[in-house]
C-alpha cells in the first residue's frame, strides 16, 4: 500500500510558475513508477509526466520545455516545477505512483491559471 499527500496547487498568473510536491508513505526505491496527471474539467484524465526509478522522465508533448519532474527517493518524493503556465493547464493534478503492479493515487490538488 502507498499513500499519496500533494501540496502546490493554487492559482496562478498566466506566464507564472508553481511546484506541486508529492509524499509517498512507503520508500520511493521500492516504487517502480512516479507520475503526475491531470484531469482537465470535463475530459478524461491525461499523462503529464513521468519518472522511473532509473530516473528516466517523460513528458506530455504540450508540456514540454515549460514543466519539470524530479524524483527525490531519499526523501520519498516527487515534484513537478511548472513554468510559463497557461489557462489552458488548468486542472485537477494527481499524483499516482505504481508499485508491485498496482496504481495508487494522491487526493488531487487544483491548479487554475488566469488569463
Known amino acids: 500500500q502507498v499513500q499519496l499527500v500533494e501540496s502546490g496547487g493554487g492559482l496562478v498568473q498566466a506566464g507564472g510558475s508553481l511546484r506541486l510536491s508529492c509524499a509517498a508513505s512507503?520508500?520511493?526505491?521500492?516504487?517502480?513508477?512516479m507520475g503526475w496527471y491531470r484531469q482537465i474539467l470535463g475530459n478524461p484524465r491525461e499523462l503529464v509526466a513521468t519518472?522511473?526509478?532509473?530516473?528516466?522522465?517523460s513528458y506530455k508533448d504540450s508540456v514540454k520545455g515549460r514543466f519539470t519532474i524530479s524524483r527525490d527517493n531519499a526523501a520519498n518524493t516527487v515534484d513537478l516545477q511548472m513554468n510559463s503556465l497557461k489557462p489552458e493547464d488548468t486542472a485537477v493534478y494527481y499524483c499516482?505512483?505504481?508499485?508491485?503492479?498496482?496504481?495508487?493515487w494522491g487526493q488531487g490538488t487544483q491548479v487554475t491559471v488566469s488569463s
Open positions: 519518472a522511473l526509478r532509473d530516473g528516466t522522465t
Open positions: 499516482r505512483a505504481r508499485h508491485q503492479r498496482r496504481l495508487y
Open positions: 512507503r520508500t520511493m526505491f521500492s516504487i517502480d513508477s
